[in-house]
């Protein structure tokens, strides 16, 4: 079974440029959710995705983060624009359903930002 | 407001002894638990959880105990095994699906 796929890997940018990032979970997967980790700190969940509609996005910064789910499959979350602050991995997950009970979350390997 | 916490960033053990990776919560209201483990470059792999309705779950040379009362979950990989040597990260949820994640321990088991 493939895992989740993250693209790119790595992204250096200068602060007040855009940037996308690009998950395909696993095949089959309804939930997908995108997670910033910050070095040194744990992953915060920014937008968690049933199909194609958001169930919770209550911390993703809506001023300049957004995501989208095309067709309930990939996703996309893009920055526009950049600040320093922004710099961190990036990861996807995705689960079978709605997390609960014990229900895993496969992730990515996770996209590195770097923002100059 | 850090909602779970993980107050050792490392720990070193030495191979073949036990390792015990704790985490502490705040809010009550969680009742589902999770361990996941992290190698450089690699996203989180999920290890182990437990319901709150439990105190104790076990899966090989991983334990986990939760103890309500203190707000306070353990992991316990016995017997160490360099392979161990990862981050380790707990998350709780409640009822909404969603996954608060602690700050993490780096494990270090030693040859």
């Known amino acids: 079974e493939a895992g989740v796929a993250q693209s790119p890997r790595y992204k250096i940018i200068e602060k007040r440029q855009s940037v996308a990032f690009w998950c395909n979970p696993i095949s089959g997967h309804a939930t997908l959710y995108w997670y910033q980790q910050i070095l040194g700190q744990g992953p915060k969940l920014l937008i968690q995705?049933?199909?194609?509609?958001?169930?919770?996005d209550s911390q993703l910064p809506k001023d300049r983060f957004s995501a989208e789910r095309l067709k309930g499959v990939d996703s996309t979350l893009k920055i526009q624009p950049a600040k320093l602050e922004d710099s961190a991995v990036y990861l996807c997950?995705?689960?079978?359903?709605?997390?609960?009970?014990?229900?895993?979350?496969?992730f990515g390997p996770g996209t590195r930002l770097t923002v100059l | 407001d850090q909602q779970v916490k993980q107050n050792s960033p490392s720990l070193s053990v030495q191979e073949g002894r036990i390792s015990i990776l704790n985490c502490d919560y705040t809010n009550s209201m969680f009742d589902y638990f999770l361990w996941y483990k992290k190698y450089p470059a690699e996203g989180p792999t999920f290890l182990i959880s437990i319901s709150s309705i439990k105190d104790k779950n076990e899966d090989g040379r991983f334990t986990v105990f939760l103890n309500k009362s203190a707000k306070h979950l353990s992991l316990h990989i016995v017997p160490s095994q360099p392979g161990d040597s990862a981050v380790y990260f707990c998350a709780a949820s409640e009822e909404s699906y969603k996954y608060i994640f602690g700050t993490g321990t780096r494990l270090k088991v030693l040859a």
């Open positions: 997950a995705s689960s079978s359903w709605l997390a609960r009970g014990g229900n895993e979350q496969f």
């Open positions: 995705f049933q199909n194609n509609g958001v169930v919770d």
